[in-house]
C-alpha cells in the first residue's frame, strides 16, 4: 500500500526537484491511515528510505541487498534503470556465493521488468520465486546464528530488538454496547515507553476494525524480519474468554497469531513472538515460539482506572524496565505477583482480585536488550 501511494505520478511529480518532502509524505500518511494503515509521515519516510537502500544494494550485489525482494516489481515502476544502470557500470561483488547467485537472479527480474515486451505476470511470478528462495537462505542464517549463541536462550545477536505493534480500542459500535476504555492513553504511553527503551520500534494504532486490524498484522508479516530478535504485539481493548475486540466486533486470538507462523512469515521462524492481551483467555496458539499473556485467567476481569491505567499493562511495563537482567519468564511471575496483590473496590463496594496467566509454546529462554 505504502509503495503504491508513493509510486503514483502525482507523489513522484511533487517530489522531483523538491528538497523539503515532509509535507508530502504527510500526506501519505493521511493516505495510509484512510486504509486503516496507521503510519506517521515520519514512518512513512523512514520506510521508503530503507526500501530504497535494500533496492540499491541488492542491484550492487552486497550483502543484505535481498532483504526487500518482495517489492522489486513494485520499485522498479518508480525507479526505472536508474539504479540498474549505475550498477552495472559499477559491478559488485558479494560476501557469499549464495548471495551472489541471488544478486545475478534479481539482476535478470530487474531487466525483466523493465521491459515492456515481457508480460508482467511472468517478472511478478520469478521475483516472488526468487524471494522464497532468499528468504528460506536468510531463516536458515538466522537460526544458525542463534544456535551458536546458547542452544537454550533466544538469540539477542541482531541489529534490531523488532517491532512491538499496538493496537489501542477506544471507541466501539454502539451495537456492541460497550463502553469507552478511558484512562487508556496511560497504557499506550506506559508501554511505547517501555518497549523503545528496549530496543523495540513502536508502531501504535487506535480504534481498528476487525478489517483493519488483519490488515496491520498482515502487513507486519510481511515484514522481512531478518534482522529483528523478535515480534511483540500489545493489543489493549475489550475482551471475552475467547478474544478481543476490535471496534466493529470480537477477534479470536488465533485469527491474531495466525500470520505469524511457517511461511506466512519465514523471517520470524525460530523466533519468539509475543502478544500481551487486556482479557482473560487461555487460548493456546498451535505453533512453536508464541508466549500469550492474559491480563486475568478466565471468567474474571481485567480492571483498568481512569486515571492510573490498566493494572495489569502498568505491573508489565514496570517489571520490564526494572528487571531487564532476569528472564521473561521471572519477569512475569514478578507481573502476576504485583497485580494479585492488587485490591480493586468496585461499585458496588465489593473488594476483588486479578489473576494475570499465560500460555507460552516457547522453546527458550527470553531476554531483552540491556
Known amino acids: 500500500m505504502l509503495l503504491d501511494i508513493w509510486a503514483s505520478e502525482g507523489v513522484q511529480q511533487n517530489l522531483k526537484g523538491n528538497t523539503k518532502s515532509k509535507h508530502i509524505f504527510e500526506q501519505i500518511s493521511k493516505a495510509m491511515m484512510s486504509q486503516g494503515y496507521m503510519r506517521s509521515a515520519d514512518q512513512c519516510q523512514s ?5 530504497r537502500a535494500g533496492f540499491k544494494s541488492a542491484l550492487d550485489g552486497r550483502k543484505g541487498g535481498k532483504q526487500e525482494m518482495k517489492f522489486f516489481s513494485h520499485l522498479m515502476r518508480a525507479f526505472g534503470n536508474k539504479y540498474l544502470n549505475s550498477t552495472t557500470e559499477r559491478g559488485g561483488a558479494d560476501d557469499t556465493a549464495i548471495d551472489h547467485a541471488v544478486s545475478s537472479q534479481v539482476r535478470g527480474v530487474c531487466v525483466a521488468a523493465s521491459d515492456e515486451s515481457l508480460p508482467e505476470t511472468w517478472c511478478m511470478s520469478l521475483s516472488r520465486s526468487i524471494t522464497a528462495f532468499t528468504q528460506l537462505f536468510t531463516t536458515i542464517k538466522s537460526n544458525m546464528s542463534t544456535d551458536k549463541e546458547n542452544p537454550d536462550i533466544y538469540g539477542t545477536n541482531f541489529p534490531n530488538a523488532g517491532h512491538c505493534v499496538i493496537i489501542n480500542n477506544i471507541n466501539f459500535a454502539e451495537s456492541l ?5 478511558t484512562g487508556t492513553e496511560v497504557d499506550v504511553s506506559a508501554v511505547q515507553k517501555t518497549f523503545e527503551s528496549l530496543g523495540y520500534e513502536v508502531i501504535v494504532h487506535t480504534d481498528l476494525t476487525k478489517k483493519q486490524m488483519k490488515n496491520v498484522l498482515l502487513d507486519e508479516s510481511d515484514e522481512d524480519h531478518t534482522d529483528n530478535a523478535s515480534f511483540v504485539c500489545v493489543i ?5 474468554d475467547e478474544g478481543v475486540f476490535m471496534t466493529d466486533g470480537l477477534v479470536h486470538v488465533k485469527s491474531l497469531t495466525q500470520y505469524f507462523v511457517g511461511d506466512d512469515c519465514r523471517t520470524l521462524n525460530g523466533k519468539p513472538k509475543l502478544f500481551f492481551l487486556t482479557c482473560s483467555g487461555q487460548s493456546m496458539p498451535g505453533e512453536e515460539d508464541f508466549l500469550i499473556a492474559y491480563g486475568a485467567t478466565p471468567g474474571h476481569y481485567v480492571w483498568r482506572s481512569a486515571e492510573k491505567g490498566t493494572y495489569f499493562i502498568q505491573s508489565l511495563c514496570k517489571a520490564l524496565m526494572e528487571n531487564r537482567n532476569l ?8 507481573v502476576n505477583r504485583d497485580v494479585s496483590k492488587q ?5 458496588m463496594q465489593l473488594n476483588t482480585k486479578m489473576f494475570p496467566c499465560m500460555v507460552s509454546t516457547l522453546t527458550k529462554q527470553i531476554y531483552f536488550p540491556k
Open 236 to 240: 489493549m481493548s475489550h475482551g471475552t
Open 327 to 334: 528472564e521473561l519468564m521471572q519477569i512475569m511471575a514478578k
Open 343 to 347: 485490591e480493586i473496590k468496585t461499585q
Open 47 to 51: 520506510r521508503i528510505k530503507r526500501l
Open 177 to 181: 454496547g460497550l463502553l469507552p476504555r
